[in-house]
């Protein structure tokens, strides 16, 4: 099984600035692609950012130019840095990860791990 386990949320006024980390752990797994998601009340969960392996990422519009996304391979953790921050991106956030596990043969099917989700509110 892959944990993961995210930090870093909580309350900031409108235009302040928040890091996300989430950090993977567990044996025996790989991971491809990271990122986050969040769910505002009454709402779907919806993709904030991705971001590959090699490092190629990916941005939901709102986001582009205010959030980026970066991760450490080594660290198996990834980063959400979220500036100019308004009232409409508080949410639940989470980390996501498509994950491998090795099975002692070979690799598994990927599948979606999640972590607990962290509370964003962003008011004055």
């Known amino acids: 099984q892959v944990q993961l386990v995210e930090s870093g949320g909580g309350l900031v006024q409108p235009g302040g600035s928040l890091r996300l980390s989430c950090a993977a752990s567990?044996?025996?797994?790989?991971?491809?692609?990271m990122g986050w998601y969040r769910q505002a009340p009454g709402k779907e969960r919806e993709l904030v950012a991705a971001?590959?392996?090699?490092?190629?990422?990916n941005y939901k519009d709102p986001m582009k130019g205010r959030f980026t996304i970066s991760r450490d391979n080594a660290k198996n953790t990834v980063y959400l840095q979220m500036n100019s921050l308004k009232p409409e991106d508080t949410a639940v956030y989470y980390c996501?990860?498509?994950?491998?596990?090795?099975?002692?043969?070979?690799?598994?099917?990927?599948?979606?791990?999640w972590g607990q989700g962290t509370q964003v509110t962003v008011s004055s």
């Open positions: 996501n990860a498509r994950t491998s596990l090795w099975t002692g043969i070979s690799w598994s099917m990927s599948f979606d791990s």
């Open positions: 567990g044996r025996g797994f790989r991971i491809d692609a």
């Open positions: 971001i590959t392996n090699s490092g190629t990422t």
